[in-house]
């Protein structure tokens, strides 16, 4: 199927709370700049809509043909990554921005994008049943969830880490909390491990990460457990209240989450990722400069 979509509204750049900078050598499009769902990349993006695409032989890319609009999973309340500002209705993040590229490079511009939040225990579900196009949340590839859905990328690696109270002692090991309650999101590889390996460790649940956040703050738990890269937001969102601690416990490889056997879609953010220039590193430098991540873009594990 063959399709042609011209360049997005040309914008002026605005500037984001994490953005940095913002170069890039060819025509910037503002993606925020006419409409769509309130969303904002907040500042100049480095990728351009593509047109003429096609890839013949991909269930999820006619159906967004046929519908003139994408349909992307993500989170709402992880600064840095996956975050809506409710009252400007900006969305910003690393993972947003990451959604948008894959987006633009099948020729959808911002006003042509539908963000929908899923929370982590969910994320499986909301693909299979086709409820949106493809995931871009902190979501973990494993055996486990590559039994219902396909992942492309890896485009980020953390690993699980620890955010305490900002005047709790130093923590190195996950069995520092042993007889304490430690908090995290339900249907996360995080809790899992918790469950899975610390039976000491008494485990509280939320939907969301930013349910946990608030526990800790009022002294309900005492500690978060999630992804260092997304503690790592919560930290700068209330630096006065809560710091993260210790090291990387795991190994967290983030992949898009597609539907099952579309190989031709996995393919085509594949090969994005892998021929994309300096795309994810802007990317990266926009929405994460600032935070003390220090990450590179993986190799695409084309499994
Ligand atoms: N990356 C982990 C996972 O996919 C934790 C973060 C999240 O819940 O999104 O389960």
């Known amino acids: 199927m063959r399709r042609t979509r011209t360049l997005a509204g040309i914008g ?12 890039n050598s060819g025509t910037p499009s503002d993606p925020g700049g006419d409409g769509g769902d309130g969303g904002d990349a907040g500042s100049s993006t480095p990728w351009e809509v593509a047109t003429d695409v096609s890839l013949d032989g991909s269930p999820t890319f006619d ?6 609009g994408v349909i992307i999973g993500v989170k709402e309340d992880q600064p840095g990554l996956g975050y809506l ?8 993040g690393f993972d947003v921005d990451i959604a948008r590229w894959i987006a633009a490079s099948l020729g959808f511009d911002e006003d042509q994008i539908e963000f929908k939040p899923i929370a982590s225990a969910n994320r499986e579900q909301a693909i299979v049943n086709g409820d949106i196009d493809y995931y871009v949340g902190t979501y973990s590839i494993n055996d486990k969830r590559k039994e219902q859905i396909d992942f492309a990328g890896p485009y980020f690696v953390t690993g699980q880490g620890l955010l305490v109270a900002k005047d709790a002692p130093e923590a190195t090991k996950l069995e520092d909390f ?59 969102q209330y630096p006065d209240d809560v710091k993260v601690t210790g090291g990387l416990f795991t190994e967290e490889r983030y992949g898009v989450g597609l539907p099952k056997g579309d190989d031709v879609l996995r393919d085509h953010i594949n090969t994005l990722f892998t021929d994309g220039g300096d795309v994810w590193q802007q990317i990266f430098d926009n929405n994460l400069g600032d935070s003390g991540i220090q990450v590179e873009q993986p190799a695409v594990d084309a499994y």
């Open 63 to 68: 159906a967004m043909v046929e519908r003139d």
């Open 12 to 23: 002026i750049a605005t500037v984001a709370l994490f953005a940095l900078t913002a170069c």
């Open 178 to 236: 042993n007889g304490k309650t430690v908090c995290s999101a339900t249907g996360s590889t995080p809790i899992q491990n918790i469950k899975a390996n610390f039976p000491d460790i008494k485990t509280q649940e939320y939907d969301l990460y930013s349910a946990c956040v608030e526990d800790l703050i009022s002294g309900k738990v005492d500690a978060v457990t999630t992804d260092q890269a997304i503690l790592i937001g919560y930290a700068a």
């Open 85 to 92: 500002d409710v009252t400007s209705g900006d969305r910003t």
